[in-house]
């Protein structure tokens, strides 16, 4: 069975870094194929990729937020984590963890930005 | 990026009867494999999103048949052949042909 499971602050300052863990089981990100991805929904919008890395360590960013993020991998703790610098209060969002297979996704972290 | 427009944005509709949403993606969502990589979201009120299509026409396990999609290229539906409550929610289709990978804005289910 894969969960996933995000983890992080829920509350951070604006131009403070965002620090996301996203916690798996039941999968192995060195497995061929596999990747973990960043989803994030504001409040009553829509969805938007964020970053995904790659079981060989590829990674993709939006290109609209690209400078801003960076997604790392620990294989053997099996966690992703992103940090996302420079937050803003339009960074409001609900913060999805998924599988790259779409079919397996994180609870979901609402972090708010406010000072 | 990819723009996946959706319509419409809001459906209200009668339990037991169809609902149909549009996706049309800004450029063609042929991938050089020869798939077309677009899928349908389902997210109820306070849950995560779960993917109940793949490749614009292929149910996810658990989906039940009364949902179906279809379309090529840069025009795509899902429909729910007679809709029951549990089905109120909003509907996202999804591109995974180009990065960054986009979804659509959203088709809000409701019971009328």
């Known amino acids: 069975q894969i969960t996933l499971k995000e983890s992080g602050p829920t509350l951070v300052k604006p131009t403070q870094t965002l620090t996301l863990t996203c916690t798996f089981s039941?999968?192995?990100?060195?497995?061929?194929?596999?990747?973990v991805g960043w989803i994030r929904q504001p409040p009553g919008k829509a969805l938007e990729w964020l970053a995904l890395i790659y079981w060989d360590d590829d990674k993709r960013y939006s290109p609209s937020l690209k400078s801003r993020l960076t997604i790392t991998k620990d294989t053997s703790r099996n966690q992703v984590v992103l940090t996302m610098t420079n937050m803003d209060p339009v960074d409001t969002a609900t913060y999805h963890c998924?599988?790259?297979?779409?079919?397996?996704w994180g609870q979901g972290t609402l972090v708010s930005v406010s000072s | 990026d990819v723009v996946m427009t959706q319509s419409p944005l809001s459906l209200p509709v009668t339990l037991g009867q169809p609902a149909s949403i549009s996706c049309r993606s800004s450029q063609s969502l042929v991938h050089s494999d020869g798939n077309t990589y677009l899928n349908w979201f389902q997210q109820r009120p306070g849950q995560s999103p779960r993917r109940l299509i793949y490749?614009?026409?292929n149910r996810d396990s658990g989906v039940p048949d009364r949902f179906s999609g279809s379309g090529s290229a840069t025009d795509f539906t899902l429909k729910i052949s007679r809709v029951e409550a549990e089905d109120v929610g909003v509907y996202y289709c999804m591109q995974r042909t180009h990065w960054p990978w986009t979804f659509g804005q959203g088709t809000k289910v409701e019971i009328k």
């Open positions: 490749t614009v026409s």
């Open positions: 039941g999968f192995s990100l060195s497995t061929s194929g596999v990747g």
């Open positions: 998924v599988h790259n297979n779409l079919r397996n």
